[in-house]
């Protein structure tokens, strides 16, 4: 089994301090042979208003130091987790171009309230005190998800955690899963397939795995091929908890392969 974390943070995001060089490492103790490092930048800030710019130059330089310090211990890649994109395409397509020819792989993902419902990260809510609060809230990422998929094919590779808002909502104390939202979640996966995307199993540092297989059974039977995984982890010791009941989970659904991203382009590796 190809053990692979795709989803990772460091200091050049801004809800880490974690060093790239530590990240490695903990990667090789885990027994990863592949590691991507996806710092955060989304379009919108935690309160909806416009993000500063991404720091390349940081996230570049990183790289290719702890690269060099590697060799072939890891491999290691440079990718981004892209937020909100649908807000500012041409804003998202120019940060992907100055990634360059080092980038190797983009999340998209959505984190905030669509901005017509104040456009504040959806972590703020309180889903315990107002009713139905979470059920707008899977709803209007939902409705994100489907015109970054529609009408923003070119600014992500793998689509991060559509399970995001559920995070918080089981904070709250409120039960909810996607089965309730079967219709939206598989016309976004017939979109994701059709144009030759991938999913992301996000485990959440090992916490979020019961609602995979249902949703990676709807991907199979949307014509879904392409499947990364990813723990989100912010801090070393977070790196690869969860990947290898993903990628059973993954083999399970029927899929052979789980991909990673090399200058956006996938590459499958046998389960």
């Not at 209007?140 to 995070?167: F, G, M, N, Q």
């Not at 999913?199 to 014509?223: A, H, M, S, V, Y």
């Not at 399970?252 to 200058?263: K, L």
Request: charged share 25%; proline share 4%; glycine share 8%.
């Amino acid at each position: 089994m190809y053990l692979c974390d795709i989803h990772s943070h460091t200091k050049v995001s801004h809800d880490s301090t974690a060093e790239l060089s530590d990240m490695a490492r903990a990667a090789i103790s885990a027994g990863l042979r592949e590691l991507c490092v996806t710092d955060h930048h989304d379009l919108l800030d935690f309160d909806g208003r416009p993000a500063p710019p991404f720091d390349w130059p940081a996230a570049k330089a990183q790289s290719r130091a702890v690269k060099a310090q590697l060799g072939d211990k890891l491999a290691l890649r440079l990718g981004l987790e892209l937020g909100s994109a649908p807000y500012d395409p041409q804003t998202a397509r120019a940060v992907l171009a100055q990634g360059g020819e080092e980038l190797d792989f983009v999340l998209g993902s959505l984190h905030n309230w669509i901005g017509t419902q104040g456009g504040r990260d959806l972590y703020f809510s309180d889903y315990g005190k107002t009713p139905g609060l979470a059920r707008k809230a899977v709803e209007s990422t939902l409705a994100h998800t489907w015109t970054l998929v529609k009408e923003c094919p070119d600014c992500y590779d793998s689509l991060a955690h559509i399970v995001y808002p559920l995070r918080y909502i089981r904070r709250d104390g409120v039960e909810m899963t996607l089965a309730g939202f079967e219709e939206q979640v598989r016309a976004i996966f017939s979109q994701v397939a059709a144009t030759g995307h991938a999913i992301e199993i996000n485990t959440c540092r090992g916490r979020d795995l019961d609602c995979w297989p249902l949703l990676l059974t709807w991907f199979k039977q949307c014509g879904g091929e392409l499947v990364t995984v990813g723990a989100d982890a912010h801090r070393p010791q977070d790196v690869a908890k969860g990947i290898s009941q993903a990628l059973d989970m993954i083999k399970a659904a029927g899929f052979g392969c789980v991909a990673t991203y090399v200058r956006r382009r996938p590459v499958l590796h046998e389960l």
